[in-house]
């Protein structure tokens, strides 16, 4: 399959070299930053560009992997192509791709991606969808070659699950990033809690979180919160979001 | 070493499992519910109790496993013994046992235990603290057998490492059961987000948190947050959390 990659952030980096080392055949990569369309396309063995106007019209598929708010956009400029158009975004309808053009998809690989760290697709949840059936078959063979786990999902689902993602990921990892503050200013490295970070993960792999919690509040062991407060006596904001969080706690049903 | 154990809960569990694998022996394990210090005796070949004054006195090492509030009264019950007496709470001052006895310590493993998952000593973080230099060398050497992450810590910073790992792991697993109930609600399986949840956590096994943060807050997308605190409309509280920690995320140096 002959691939028009529009993009060249996290997201489409990881998915390009995931795609090439797949041997899809990666023709073109857009960046309105040359440097960067260069730097992709040099991996993949691909055309840089910066132009939408010198995308190829004659591609099989087209990846919109870009910030949401410009997805619409580089829609627009693919109007004429005859070639199945799509975008990895989570939150995005596929109606932005849908206005524009007839064979309209998405891609939404449930992953976080940083420029710091390789991660293997081959285990990755992917999140595919398609405004008619030949092209949902064409999405989910080109998933299957590059991960075990294809899930058929629709914007709605699509969407509540990005939402779960900001609970499962981005705030359990800036959490992580409060204990290391938090050490820090106490003489302690983060090493020493990285075991437990590693373990908290591992322990809801074969079991449902709502089993496993453990802690203060769960317990109701209201004279250890209370200690707790009393050490961040002089960081209102982490006060707040302890109390936020463990009252939290003591509401879902174990 | 002859070795009675206080308790029968999740960490006198584990620990006393460790203990024996690395050839100690647990002579007594005590519960006040007999039942469960039997189950806890039969796995480790020691005798049951659940009299605090039928607990041997000639013994070297007593563990104190137990409720925080309730260490200070089994304390006081080993006031005429002359080994070791030792506690493994996070939270509590060795001065809960020093007030009661020459010889006191702590023992403090930073790591979430439950009763449904085995979990290997082996790098645990032991935290160990003593009332004298030659009872620091006797937990030093027993926490060397156990784990090749063995760290003297005093009382305050104990308190900070326990307040830091509620934040490091009680509090992602709750984030994680919140992510699971939203998903529910949705007609989706917890099964999607796990290996977003493992690649988090792997994310920080090698960088700083506050390096490999992702997600709107982070990137200052407000459309996106608008768009989850909508989906979140008939849930105040989980829009709560989400307010305060995307708020959060905002004001960490990056």
Redesign the interface.
Known sequence: MNIVLIGSG?VATHLAKALVAKAENVVQVYSQNLLNASLLAQQTNAEAINQLSEVDQTADLYIISV???AIEHVASALKNVEGLVIHTSG?TDISAIKNYTARAGVFYP?????K??E?SFD???LCIEASNINDLEILKQLAEKLSD?V?E?DG??R?????????????????????????I????D?N???????????????????????????RG?E??MN??LG??ESQP?LQ???Q??SK??K??PK
């Not at 449930?110 to 940083?114: G, P």
């Open positions: 996290n910030r949401d708010d939150t449930l992953q976080t991606f940083s710091v760290k991660v285990h990755i949840p786990q899930y999902i709605e689902k969407k509540a699950l990005h939402l779960a993602a900001v609970f499962a990921c981005n705030f359990p990892n800036h959490l992580y990033a409060l204990a290391n503050q938090f050490l200013e106490n003489g302690l983060f020493i809690i990285r075991p437990l970070i590693a373990e908290t993960a591992d322990k809801v792999m074969d079991n449902l979180p709502e089993k496993v919690q453990t802690g203060p509040a769960v062991d004279s250890t200690k707790h050490l961040l904001e707040n979001i302890y936020t969080l939290s706690i509401l879902i």
